[in-house]
């Protein structure tokens, strides 16, 4: 095998180990930018993983899996909102016990799906085999999900910095009482994003049960979700960035074993510290370098909004308080 | 910050009920086996006042449900309940990390009078063995384990012989000549699996080469999967998967259509049309000989549960129709041999893969000296 063929074999099988990354991070994402952190990825992605597997053995569908763990995975994002937003319960002790909760329960449920056999060849050379047979074995012969994860993408990228509707959701995480005086319900801002960074976290889980594993298992996110959490910052917030860092980090987390594979004489356990290390290299570094530009996370991340619609703005920023 | 005191008494009980939903799900989840399940079915013996049940608890490190090791060793437990009926009253706890959890867990478990705690994972090891001191009525049953103690036996399954057949079966059913092995961690315990297999493979083919990939995880289906598919792309046609998991590899290969040989339960339903045969854990006569001998009062912490086809802890799971009868025959003839004594895995000649004699000729391993095999056969890459 030559190395362009292993260069062929690692890029056909990094991009689908990213997809589920991918989703995963662009609904955090969106989430995040409407000011809501959700640490509870893992719980959320394992719903979307376990109700995908149920979907598909009682409809036969992938597409009904597929949408049906988007929308359970919907309903625990709302859920979270309701209570960080409704109730402003603190964000990371609500994400955390989203964690527990939802790994216990996932494991509960699925108890009967273990061990059901998941047949679904998404890849386009099969689902479509008059028109793609010929890319069958090279890099673009990806599943379904994998595409539709690299439009969505794109189609976020465009909503949340060319649209109305998304300078009005990042307005609701940058500064929620200058987006309530522009008259935008902040609420419910949030909670739709809730529901679309709980839909995309599904629609990963369910690519990593339905497609990439094949099956259900208890926990079998594995700390995906964590890294998705990891490839937002990462990402400084930014669908266009987010595309090319999942890709990345997928490619790094399989390149030790097709090394491996290719008989490269290496530790295994040297090549997966790569990833990380990378992250901290590349958080340290432009941490340094855009120093003195603003950060590009939502300031208003993570601050529950005022429990009076009407109260008075929050003194916070230095200038401000120069003034009073 | 608004202080609205009703609204931060509202917050502060959605919180506390999350919480404790969370714990709730959390703690009920993976103990929710069978503490229930011996409940009183009033047989005649169960009139006669009885001793009460020999309580029995089993702690894996990841979940039971897995179709893998973890299982292995639950299913084992649904054996010990038919056999001894409510002479004992098993819990089966899973995915109980190997960190302070664990040592939480027992010393809990202790303080409900539980008369044998059996530690399924070698990771458990320091924290038995701690307990074992200061506990000197409860018994302990370690995996794997190498520190007995007076009320700490252990016990281990020479696995290394299933694979032997399993590579026999391999070796005579590869085209390639090359094999592709899914391996959880280059540690020991994965590498006197991965010696056997390749050490019966080419005992029939001396040709064949081995490929191995760890994923350095216990347990994460998506990367073995990842890992079965790597190996695949590399002209691997028979892979198999030393992992407390491989149903993800039986899937890759069902999907890839290359042979598979399965690993700790049958999985030829996750693959039907390439299972070749599979190595399977049979726990539950081992618990059985161990609770026993407990019943009997004779117990001691010497007993010798380490064993293989001889005492039937392991087996073969059966046959692919794509295997020929000639080589059936083959396989069986070895575990007859290896049931009577007169095959053994690691007898000399063996060379590791960097060319260096590791064991002479004309020596044979121990069992012991194999658990800590930290070199790879020659043949492997």
Redo the contacts between chains.
């Keep these: 095998m030559t190395v362009f063929e292993l260069v062929c074999t690692i890029l056909l099988a990094a991009i689908p180990a990213a997809t589920s990354l991918l989703y995963v991070a662009l609904g955090e994402l969106i989430y995040e930018r409407s000011g809501v952190l959700n640490l509870g990825l893992e719980g959320t992605m394992l719903v979307g993983a376990v109700t995908a597997v149920y979907g598909q053995t009682v409809s036969s569908s992938p597409v009904f899996a597929v949408l049906l763990a988007a929308a359970a995975a919907a309903g625990a994002g709302v859920l979270h909102a309701i209570l960080c937003v409704w109730l402003r319960t603190n964000q990371v002790v609500t994400g955390l016990a989203f964690v527990v909760l939802l790994t216990g329960a996932t494991a509960f449920w699925g108890q009967s799906l273990v061990g059901q056999r998941v047949d679904v060849d998404l890849r386009i050379s099969q689902t479509f085999p008059g028109g793609f047979s010929a890319i069958a074995g090279t890099p673009f012969d990806q599943d379904l999900l994998t595409y539709l994860a690299v439009v969505l993408t794109i189609v976020s990228w465009w909503w949340l910095f060319r649209s109305v509707s998304g300078a009005k959701l990042r307005a609701a995480g940058d500064s929620a009482d200058v987006a309530r005086a522009l008259g935008i319900n902040i609420r419910i801002t949030r909670v739709v994003a809730g529901a679309i960074g709980g839909a995309l976290a599904g629609a990963g889980g369910a690519h990593l049960s339905l497609v990439y594993a094949s099956q259900w298992q208890e926990n079998m996110t594995a700390g995906r979700g964590w890294i998705a959490l990891v490839l937002v910052i990462f990402a400084r917030w930014h669908p266009g960035a987010l595309l090319p860092s999942a890709y990345v980090f997928g490619a790094l987390g399989i390149l030790q074993l097709n090394l491996q594979a290719f008989g490269v004489e290496s530790s295994s356990y040297l090549i997966s510290m790569v990833p990380f290390a990378l992250a901290i290299a590349v958080l340290s570094a432009t941490s340094a370098v855009i120093r003195n530009r603003p950060s590009s996370m939502p300031a208003d991340l993570g601050v529950p909004i005022s429990w009076h619609v009407t109260a008075a703005p929050r003194v916070r920023h230095p200038v401000m308080t120069l003034e009073t | 910050m608004?202080t609205?005191p009703e609204?931060r008494r509202?917050?502060m009980i959605?919180?506390a009920a999350?919480?404790a939903?969370?714990?709730?799900?959390?703690g009920?989840?993976?103990e929710?086996a069978t503490p229930a399940a011996t409940a009183a079915k009033p047989t005649a013996a169960a009139v006669v006042a009885k001793p009460k049940p020999l309580q029995v608890a089993l702690l894996t490190n990841g979940?039971i449900?897995?179709?893998g090791f973890n299982q292995a060793h639950a299913d084992a437990m649904k054996q010990v309940e038919q056999k001894f009926g409510d002479r004992v009253a098993v819990r089966v706890i899973g995915?109980v990390p190997e960190t302070g959890d664990a040592e939480r867990i027992m010393q809990r478990l202790i303080d409900n009078k539980v008369d044998l705690i059996i530690a399924a994972s070698f990771g458990y090891q320091d924290t038995s063995v701690k307990l074992a001191a200061t506990n000197g009525k409860v018994k302990f049953l370690q995996a794997w384990g190498f520190k007995p103690a007076p009320n700490l036996g252990t016990y281990s399954s020479q696995m290394y012989e299933a694979w032997y057949v399993q590579g026999i079966i391999a070796g005579r059913m590869t085209k390639s000549n090359r094999l592709?092995i899914v391996a959880a961690h280059?540690i020991p315990p994965m590498k006197w699996q991965i010696n056997a297999f390749v050490r019966g493979a080419r005992s029939v083919n001396p040709n064949v080469r081995a490929?191995?990939?760890?994923?350095?995880?216990w347990?994460?289906?998506?990367?073995?999967?990842?890992?079965a598919?790597?190996?695949i792309?590399?002209?691997?046609d028979v892979i198999t998967g030393v992992l407390d998991?491989s149903?993800?590899v039986a899937?890759?290969a069902q999907?890839r259509k290359t042979y598979l040989i399965g690993h700790n339960t049958d999985l030829s339903?996750?693959a039907p049309d390439v299972t070749l045969s599979g190595t399977q854990w049979v726990w539950g006569q081992l618990y059985i000989d161990a609770i026993d001998r407990i019943g009997q009062n004779a117990w001691n912490s010497q007993q010798d549960l380490h064993g293989g086809f001889g005492k039937g802890y392991v087996a073969v799971t059966g046959f692919g129709p794509m295997v020929p009868a000639s080589v059936r025959k083959e396989a069986e003839t070895a575990i007859a041999r290896f049931a009577d004594g007169s095959l053994s895995v690691y007898t000399g000649p063996i060379r590791d893969n960097k060319g260096k004699t590791v064991v002479a000729a004309g020596k044979t391993l121990t069992h012991g000296e194999i658990m800590g095999i930290d070199w790879l056969v020659e043949g492997v890459?």
């Design positions: 608004t609205n609204a509202c917050r959605l919180l999350v919480v939903a969370a714990v709730l799900a959390c009920g989840a993976p929710a979940p449900t897995d179709s995915s592709g280059p490929r191995v990939a760890y994923i350095n995880h347990f994460d289906p998506g990367l073995a999967a990842a890992a598919d790597a190996l792309s590399q002209r691997c998991n149903v993800a899937q890759t999907k339903k996750f890459r």
